[in-house]
């Protein structure tokens, strides 16, 4: 889980930045759903390696 009191930027300087372009966004969203594609996939070899670890006890 992430902390959110990590962020130690002052609040001025928060709201006086410019906001995030679309293009930006879009690449960051690529990013996110790329690490959670690999996560998932992940986590469905192991458990089809302990599949069959378990089938050949």
């Known amino acids: 889980m992430r902390n959110n009191y990590a962020n130690t930027a002052q609040l001025k300087d928060l709201m006086t930045a410019p906001p995030m372009t679309a293009a930006r966004h879009a690449e ?4 996110r759903n790329a690490r959670r594609r690999m996560l998932e996939e992940a986590r469905e070899l192991k458990k089809s390696e302990d599949k069959l670890y378990d089938d050949k006890r």
């Open 28 to 31: 960051l969203m690529r990013e």
